[in-house]
């Protein structure tokens, strides 16, 4: 079966939307909604990595239960934000990272769709179960990119 494919893959991009998003939460800490709320978005897909790796196993995949965090250079991200926090660019900067997030968490949606329908093909109840609980976070992923660029990108886009 490929449904074993479909886990991994979508282990791998959760993985990487987690990593984003804390890279993210990082880099924005003046806007301390996109810092606060990418941070617990980032442990939503965290959930969902420990979550794929647990029935992963069920097909004979070793899949990591980590997400790292978001690396030896968050400090820098940091104090660079700090610094950067009156100029133009970080806004642009900002625009460019929830675009970024809103790819990967579509990327993400998508593959979640194609699990639970691989799921529902091969009567396996117990993934179309973890599809059905772990998608909509996903989709709540997408909105909140989707609302924080409408909210921002006038005000940046215009200043």
Wanted: proline share 4%; with cysteine; aromatic share 4%.
């Amino acid at each position: 079966m490929k449904l074993a494919l479909a886990v991994r893959e979508l282990h791998r991009a959760e993985k990487s939307l987690a990593r984003d998003l804390r890279k993210t939460a990082d880099r924005h800490q003046a806007e301390h909604e996109v810092h606060y709320v990418a941070r617990d978005l980032a442990e939503w897909s965290a959930d969902h990595v420990r979550e794929l790796a647990r029935h992963g196993r069920d097909y004979g995949l070793h899949l990591d239960e980590d997400v790292p965090g978001s690396g030896p250079l968050a400090p820098l991200r940091s104090a660079l934000a700090e610094l950067g926090a009156g100029r133009p660019e970080p806004g642009l900067i900002l625009l460019a990272d929830l675009r970024r997030l809103h790819r990967k968490a579509a990327g993400v949606s998508l593959d979640w769709e194609l699990l639970a329908q691989g799921a529902q093909a091969a009567k396996n109840q117990e993934l179309l179960e973890l599809a059905s609980r772990c998608h909509p976070r996903t989709l709540r992923q997408m909105k909140w990119t989707n609302a924080m660029l409408k909210i921002m990108s006038p005000q940046i886009l215009t200043s």
